[in-house]
C-alpha cells in the first residue's frame, strides 16, 4: 500500500511560482513512477510531470515544458514540482499518482494510487 500526501497549492498572481509536495509512504517506492497531474473544474484529469524513483528518468507535458520542473528527494520520499510563471489557465486541483514501474507514463488511468489534491488558483 502507498499512502500520497500532497501540498503546497494556494493562490497565486499570473507569472507567480509555487512548489507542490508529494510525501509518500509505503514498500514499493523503490520501483516506482510519481506522477503530477491536475484537473479543472469539468475537465479531465491531465498529466503535467513524472519521475521515477530507481532512475530518475523525467516526463513534462508539452505545456509545461521549461517552466515546470520535478525532483524528487528520496531520503525524504517526496517528490517537488516546481511550477514558474503560472497561467490563470492553470487553475486546478493537483494531484500526484503513484505506479509500480520503471518507467513514466502520463496516463492517469495507469495510476494505483492517489493523494487528496492540493488547489492552485492562479488570479489576479
Known amino acids: 500500500q502507498v499512502r500520497l500526501v500532497e501540498s503546497g497549492g494556494g493562490l497565486v498572481q499570473p507569472g507567480g511560482s509555487l512548489r507542490l509536495s508529494c510525501a509518500a509512504s509505503?514498500?514499493?517506492?523503490?520501483?516506482?513512477?510519481i506522477g503530477w497531474f491536475r484537473q479543472a473544474p469539468g475537465k479531465e484529469r491531465e498529466g503535467v510531470s513524472c519521475?521515477?524513483?530507481?532512475?530518475?528518468?523525467?516526463y513534462y507535458a508539452e505545456s509545461v515544458k521549461g517552466r515546470f520542473s520535478i525532483s524528487r528527494d528520496n531520503a525524504k520520499n517526496t517528490v517537488y514540482l516546481q511550477m514558474n510563471s503560472l497561467k490563470p489557465e492553470e487553475t486546478a486541483v493537483y494531484y500526484c499518482g503513484a505506479l509500480e514501474s520503471t518507467l513514466c507514463v502520463p496516463d492517469p488511468a495507469a495510476y494505483d494510487y492517489w493523494g487528496q489534491g492540493t488547489k492552485v488558483t492562479v488570479s489576479s
Open positions: 509505503g514498500s514499493t517506492l523503490d520501483f516506482s513512477a
Open positions: 519521475i521515477t524513483t530507481t532512475y530518475g528518468n523525467t
